[in-house]
T-cell receptor
Framework: GAVVSQHPSWVICKSGTSVKIECRSL??????MFWYRQFPKQSLMLMAT?????????EQGVEKDKFLINHASLTLSTLTVTSAHPEDSSFYIC?????????????FGPGTRLTVT | GENVEQHPSTLSVQEGDSAVIKCTYS??????FPWYKQELGKGPQLIID?????GEKKDQRIAVTLNKTAKHFSLHITETQPEDSAVYFC???????????FGKGTRLHILP
């Protein structure tokens, strides 16, 4: 099946710094990718929809200037958390549908654990 | 927007017994209902899914039922095993490229 990878798998950064998380579709092209955030013992909450070659669409309540999304190629989307604060510490997960499969299934990455100190 | 409700939040069943998790959705335009299993520190793993043109789907010990009229769908796990212990999420989507909205999750404990 299709594979989505994320890098890094975990990252620790200091408050006020920025951190970039990559999401890659390894064996398919993804014109659309989705970014989720998951706090401990909670569900996955959609943050934004990343569209190749155009601006991302953010969910209500998500600060687009704080969570910068770039989808510059058909296999890579990046999420940059700018001026990170401890409350941004979370598990960030991306997903992407594979249109070539002809199914509705989306493929999820393994997640990136962000800890802001 | 779409809202997915999931019950129960925690479920403990004896090994070998069945487990049932129930969900409801609010948007009648939703037509794809996946179920995910998530283990600690990992991304969600699709275990079964159903589309709105089907009422029931089964894969070995796992089955899902969908009632479009009532906007209900359920996950059934039979002959539960210790490795079934995990968090399970139901979800809904309106299309192949559409966002997936998750329920709050059910923590399933399989008791020895």
């Amino acid at each position: 099946g299709a594979v989505v990878s994320q890098h890094p798998s975990w990252v620790i950064c200091k408050s006020g710094t920025s951190v970039k998380i990559e999401c890659r579709s390894l064996d398919f092209q993804a014109t659309t990718m989705f970014w989720y955030r998951q706090f401990p013992k909670q569900s996955l909450m959609l943050m934004a929809t990343s569209n190749e070659g155009s601006k991302a669409t953010y969910e209500q309540g998500v600060e687009k200037d704080k969570f910068l999304i770039n989808h510059a190629s058909l296999t890579l989307s990046t999420l940059t958390v700018t001026s990170a604060h401890p409350e941004d510490s979370s598990f960030y997960i991306c997903s992407a549908p594979d249109r070539g499969q002809g199914t509705y299934e989306q493929y999820f990455g393994p997640g990136t654990r962000l800890t802001v100190t | 927007g779409e809202n997915v409700e999931q019950h129960p939040s925690t479920l403990s069943v004896q090994e070998g017994d069945s487990a049932v998790i129930k969900c409801t959705y609010s948007d009648s335009a939703s037509n794809y209902f996946p179920w995910y299993k998530q283990e600690l520190g990992k991304g969600p793993q699709l275990i079964i899914d159903i589309r709105s043109n089907v009422g029931e789907k089964k894969d070995q010990r796992i089955a899902v039922t969908l009632n479009k009229t009532a906007k209900h769908f359920s996950l059934h796990i039979t002959e539960t095993q210790p490795e079934d212990s995990a968090v399970y999420f139901c979800a809904a989507s309106k299309g192949r490229d559409d966002k997936i909205i998750f329920g709050k999750g059910t923590r399933l404990h399989i008791l020895p």
